[in-house]
């Protein structure tokens, strides 16, 4: 049986039958007016003849009884040709609308199509066929579950009205099409669904769309890894895991060595390159049920499953190390790239996804403290300094205010002479519960925090103020004060140096501040405030030479005038040769420049004798005297290093000599 409303050529919903119908109407109705018109006609000639036959009083009566049949034979007719101009108004209007109906279902967005009893389709848009890659033979007459098989589960919709579902398709052009497939019941039989209409409206395009807005909300941008969301999503799985399988896996954190100043030297650009790079090597290095992800900036996270043992981690950690350590030219630049791994395993170092990487990212912290560029197993002593660390950060907030900052100087002699010809001012925390505390235990967390520059500028202005102190007493000495990379570069080093100089009335060239080979790297940024510092009169040395990147050229264009030789130079030069050769170079080289020479970490008589034979004219260290209180200068300035020597050798370690930046 063919649809009611059907067109054959294009499945287009229209009015043909309709129109059939309201013509068999109109049909039926003008029979119906000529029959009533001749029987109507017969009336009148009958009541004719009766008026003629009857009598007068008779024929008055007939005459009124035809005028009335007359009156109500014309309206009548008039009611029939009402009902038909009517009729054909709304047949007009019904076509019309059909018409309509069909236009529409053949343009709209969504797929229509028209079920009877047993799923039997009777009509479908064209729509509906493009959609669903059918074609409207393979459709119309048969059961839609057969031709669309995902739909099977229709025959469940005994007592309900609505059903949904997503169909996927692939076309002959190897795309694939998917779809929300809605069915609703539109009538019901024996309380079974009788007729249907079925919706398909295509979502591929929003599938991409979400897809690729997962893709955006999981991924670095930089380099394609995964990014944080992405990793605690895939931790926790794992987390979940792995707890009912009673099993172990890794939780590497992965931080790069000496990537701030490669970025500052070289711009983000190569920062970014770098990081690239990186990420390809981890990628290589991993097995295929592992997981790689970029938490941000320079550091990164591997999830190892399968971990038999922690060996088995080293020994990945060493592979990985050898990798990442493989030269790579960035801008025309080769680098050994360098990183710190801290590992946590789970179940033993935490159960859930913030403590894992937390002590992981703790334990990474130990393997740069070890020396850089080597993994660490994360234990609970780390977590335990951690505390000690955080507990500093916030006792350091109110130290100043406090005044419980104090510094200490270590005198600087002349080789030569062996007068004592400068001191350098080096900060020490007089905490109120830990006593002393030495700066290598919280300069790293004033520069973390931001509080250098603050921390800097106190102690140009003690130093100024110490050193006025002195010049009063008649002692007349060089004062050396440590400034940090990222205070250096700040606009306030020359306003705070400016300001130290007029209030305690200083003469610039008895200031002299040292500063890292670090700064020398990024020259360009930094040249102004070197300029700016000369032209106050101040001295401007470069701490710690030859253990960074130094840039040689720079000591060639930059307003320098000392350079101090860090004292690792000195560590078994007496044994080494190379060493000896290197040292004597770099004090050759300092003199060519007509740059003055200071080396740190004399700490034996050979120490003294032997730069004494290559020309170094000025020294410091353990074998004249320890940093010592501001009151035991002028001792040590009146007797000279020889009596100083024997009077004032301390016990403090090297380590613990770390000045401020």
């Known amino acids: ?71 109500t034979v014309y309206a009548l007719f008039l009611l029939i040709i009402s009902g038909s101009v009517i009729g054909g108004s709304l047949f007009f209007s019904l076509s019309k609308y059909v018409t309509l109906s069909g236009l529409l279902t053949s343009h709209i967005s969504d797929g229509v199509c028209l079920t009877s009893y047993g799923w039997k389709v009777k009509s479908v848009n064209p729509r509906f066929a493009r959609i669903t890659g059918l074609a409207r033979d393979d459709l119309v007459g048969k059961d839609i579950t057969e031709a669309m098989p995902s739909l099977r589960g229709l025959y469940c919709l005994d007592f309900q009205d609505t059903w949904e579902c997503e169909y996927a398709k692939s076309l002959p052009d190897g795309e694939t099409r998917i779809a929300t497939i809605s069915v609703f ?17 295509d ?79 981890f990628a290589t290095q991993i097995r295929q049920c592992d997981f790689v992800a970029r938490l941000g900036g320079d550091e990164f996270c591997i999830l190892l499953e399968d971990i038999a043992s922690r060996e088995e981690v080293s020994l990945f950690c060493s592979r990985l190390l050898e990798k990442i350590e493989e030269p790579v030219s960035i801008h025309g630049r080769k680098l050994r790239p360098q990183s710190s791994i801290g590992i946590a395993l789970f179940p033993d170092d935490g159960d859930n996804s913030d403590s894992l990487l937390q002590v992981a ?39 100043i205010v406090e005044n419980q900052f104090e510094l200490h100087y ?4 002349s080789v030569n002479s062996g007068e004592v010809t400068g001191v350098e001012a080096l900060i020490r925390w007089r905490h109120p519960q830990r006593g002393l505390v030495f700066p290598d235990q919280f300069i790293d967390i004033a520069e973390r925090t931001g509080f250098i520059k603050e921390l800097g500028e106190w102690v140009i202005n003690e130093a100024c103020r110490q050193l006025q102190a002195w010049t009063k007493a008649g002692i007349d000495i060089d004062m050396a004060v440590n400034i940090s990379g990222s205070h250096f570069q700040s606009g ?79 560590h078994n030069v007496m044994q080494d040769e190379k060493q000896a050769v290197l040292i004597s170079t770099i ?50 300035v009146y007797q000279g290093y020889g009596k100083a020597r024997q009077r004032h050798t301390g016990t403090d370690h090297p380590e613990s000599m770390k000045r401020t930046g």
């Not at 039989?189 to 007729?195: A, E, T, V, Y």
């Not at 270590?410 to 002699?413: E, N």
Request: aromatic share 8%.
């Open 1 to 71: 049986m063919a649809p009611l409303i059907s067109d054959n050529r294009n499945g287009v919903i229209t009015g043909d039958y309709l129109r059939l119908l309201f013509f068999a109407f109109g049909l039926l109705i003008t029979v119906e007016i000529l029959i009533s018109t001749v029987v109507l006609l017969q009336l009148d000639s009958i009541f004719g003849q009766l008026g003629q036959l009857s009598a007068e009083g008779y024929a008055d009566i007939a005459r009124k009884l035809r005028n009335g049949v007359q009156s």
């Open 185 to 201: 019941v539109l009538s019901r039989r024996n309380n079974k669904p009788w007729r249907t209409l079925i919706t398909v409206r």
């Open 203 to 281: 979502i591929t395009q929003l599938k991409r769309t979400q897809a690729s807005m997962k893709r955006m909300a999981f991924q670095d941008d930089l380099t394609g890894l995964a990014n944080r969301p992405r990793l605690l999503e895939h931790l926790g799985a794992m987390i979940s895991r792995f707890a009912k399988q009673n099993e172990r896996f890794a939780v590497l954190y992965l931080d790069l060595d000496g990537f701030k100043d490669i970025n500052d030297s070289m711009g983000h650009k190569a920062g970014d390159e770098l990081l690239r790079v990186m990420s390809e090597r």
């Open 361 to 399: 990212d703790t334990a990474m912290y130990e393997a740069k403290r070890a020396g850089k560029h080597r993994s660490a197993f994360y234990n609970p002593e780390l977590t335990r300094r951690v505390d000690l660390r955080l507990s500093l950060e916030q006792d350091l907030r109110h130290a």
């Open 410 to 413: 270590q005198p600087q002699i």
């Open 492 to 570: 306030s080093l020359i306003t705070s140096t400016q300001r130290a100089l007029e209030q305690y009335r200083i003469n610039p060239s008895r200031l002299e501040l040292e500063i890292t080979e670090g700064v020398m790297q990024v020259a360009d940024k930094s040249l102004a405030n070197f300029h700016a510092l000369k032209k106050l009169g101040v001295n401007i040395a470069i701490d710690d030479f030859g253990t960074g990147y130094s840039s040689l050229s720079s000591l060639r264009t930059l307003p320098v005038d000392h350079l101090k030789v860090d004292r690792m130079f000195l």
């Open 587 to 636: 004090i050759g080289m300092a003199h060519a420049l007509e740059l003055a020479v200071v080396v740190e970490g004399v700490e034996t008589l050979d120490h003294l004798l032997f730069l004494q034979a290559i020309g170094c004219e000025t020294v410091q260290g353990f074998y004249f005297s320890r940093p010592v209180e501001a009151s035991a200068i002028p001792e040590l």
